[in-house]
């Protein structure tokens, strides 16, 4: 069982930056694939990025590609999201999630979920 707990979102204007990170406790953390989804308001959640277990490896979706950054330390147990150049429609709950078998986008396959973050990026 693995505990993960969010931090580092808060208020920023646009065009500004926000780095995310994602403790977890409990569990072998280097086993599992990591990713970030989040939930703007009124919408479904959606994928963000994604890293194996390894690191080395990541995925993004293509609205925060070249902009966002995923990482991950295995020996602190943390994932990171560097957020620069955010934008409006980037204001969102985010969410890391850790997944025992990969580390893809479908957030159906996460079996392991924080409580979120709320990021909200102003004009």
């Known amino acids: 069982q693995v505990q993960l707990v969010e931090s580092g979102g808060g208020l920023v204007q646009a065009g500004g930056s926000l780095r995310l990170s994602c403790a977890a406790s409990?569990?072998?953390?280097?086993?599992?694939?990591l990713g970030w989804f989040r939930q703007p308001p009124g919408k479904e959640r959606e994928f963000v990025a994604s890293?194996?277990?390894?690191?080395?490896?990541?995925n993004y979706a293509n609205s925060v590609k070249g902009r966002f950054t995923i990482s991950r330390d295995n020996a602190k147990m943390t994932v990171y999201l560097q957020m620069n150049s955010l934008k409006l429609e980037d204001t969102a709950v985010y969410y890391c999630?850790?997944?025992?078998?990969?580390?893809?986008?479908?957030?159906?396959?996460?079996?392991?979920w924080g409580q979120g973050t709320q990021v909200t990026v102003s004009s």
């Open positions: 890293i194996r277990r390894t690191g080395g490896l990541t």
């Open positions: 999630a850790a997944d025992r078998t990969g580390w893809g986008a479908d957030r159906n396959k996460y079996d392991y």
């Open positions: 409990g569990g072998t953390f280097s086993s599992y694939g």
